[in-house]
Every structure is written in C-alpha cells, then in structure tokens.
C-alpha cells in the first residue's frame, strides 16, 4: 500500500501542479486582499477536488460501460500522462500551465478565478482526471486501493490549498529556475509512471510478457 500512495501522491502532484497553479494564481490576483484570496483559493480547491474524484471513482466505470477495457485504459491513460510530462520536462511554453492565450485574457477580465481558471483548467484538468481514472483503474476494484489512491489526492489537494494560501509569498521567495527546477523533477518521476501504465496495459492485453 505504501507503493500505492506513493505513485498515486506523485502522480496527482505532478498532473495537479500545485506549484504553477500558486505561481498563475499570484499573477492573476496581485491587488486582491488576503482575506479574498483565501476565500478564492478555498472555494477553488474544493470545486477541483469534487470533479477529481468524480473522476476517479466514477470514470473507470462509465469508460467500462462505453466497452473500454482495463488495458485499453491503462494504455491511452499513460500516453497523456507521458506527453505531460514531456512537457514539464522540457518546460514547454503552456505546458505544464495548462491555459491557453485566450483563456489567459479571460481569466485576467474576471473578477472570481475560482472557477475558471483556478478550479478547471488549471487544477482539475484533463491530466489530473486521466491520472484519476488510470490509479483507480489499477487498484482493480480492491477497496483499499481506492480508499488509498483517494486519501493521496485529498493529501494533494491540501498541499496545494496551502500553496495557494502561500502564492505570493512563495513567488517572491523562489525564482523561476528554482520552480522550473522542480517541475522538470517531478515530470521525469511522472514520466516513468507513465512508461509503466503503457507496459501494464499492453502487458494486460498480452502483448508483453509478464516479466516486464
């Protein structure tokens, strides 16, 4: 179980991105009081943490009754994750944060970013609900599996909430090679996740041996 958390508490952090999220959402809000901040960043988490676990729990089973097998999930679920963390590793313009220019603009004319962009894209974005839908997948229905890949992304949901409390204090103490830094460290772990949901998917449809 402590391999479970693990992979599920890094995957989460690295498709979440709590960093860049606390970097966008300290630009987006840089004459608002605390007090407001606060209340955005609140609302904000827990609006992305109710769709991730939608996801999670749910996603694998409406995939099952589309007919989309185990394997088949495993498989594409590792691709995205894989060119997401391509992104990160490369530091691609928009990778990693995820907006793109005209929802950048928008979210610079609205007055509550919680839902957008905060919330969605940003938070719970395709990746995050793929990484969801791709550990619950692997659990293979065991309760305490789930129970334990749900537990990772509330643990992750809380560190970015702190991070988002923290935004601008955190985006004056590190500079962007500092966070680049981090990011690319995460997406080299969410990379090789991702190369292992590829092999068990194909090596549940049987075509790889078990032994890799």
Do not use: C, W
């Not at 989460?12 to 606390?22: D, H, L, Q, R, S």
């Not at 990693?96 to 609205?110: C, W, Y």
């Not at 940003?122 to 129970?147: D, Q, V, Y």
């Amino acid at each position: 179980m402590l391999e479970t958390a693990l992979k599920s508490f890094t995957t989460f952090f690295a498709t979440i991105g709590p960093v860049e999220a606390a970097v966008l959402f300290a630009t987006l809000t840089p004459k608002m009081a605390r007090a407001e901040r606060q209340r955005i960043a609140l609302r904000a988490t827990m609006i992305a943490t109710a769709i991730l676990a939608f996801f999670t729990l749910l996603g694998g089973p409406i995939l099952n009754q589309l007919g989309v097998s185990i394997a088949a999930l495993q498989t594409a679920g590792g691709i995205v994750l894989l060119l997401i963390s391509l992104d990160m590793i490369f530091a691609r313009p928009g990778g990693s944060i995820k907006l793109t220019p005209p929802e950048g603009e928008e979210a610079q004319t609205r007055e509550d970013v919680a839902v957008f962009p905060l919330a969605t894209p940003l938070l719970a974005g395709p990746g995050a609900m793929s990484a969801g839908i791709l550990l619950a997948a692997n659990a293979h229905g065991e309760p305490l599996g789930l129970a334990v890949v749900v537990a990772s992304l509330l643990a992750v949901m809380i560190v970015t909430l702190a991070l988002l409390y923290l935004a601008h204090e955190l985006n004056r103490m590190f500079s962007l090679t500092a966070q680049r830094v981090l990011v690319r460290v995460f997406g080299i772990l969410l990379a090789a996740i991702a190369v292992q949901g590829v092999f068990n998917g194909l090596r549940a449809a049987g075509f790889m041996s078990p032994g890799l």
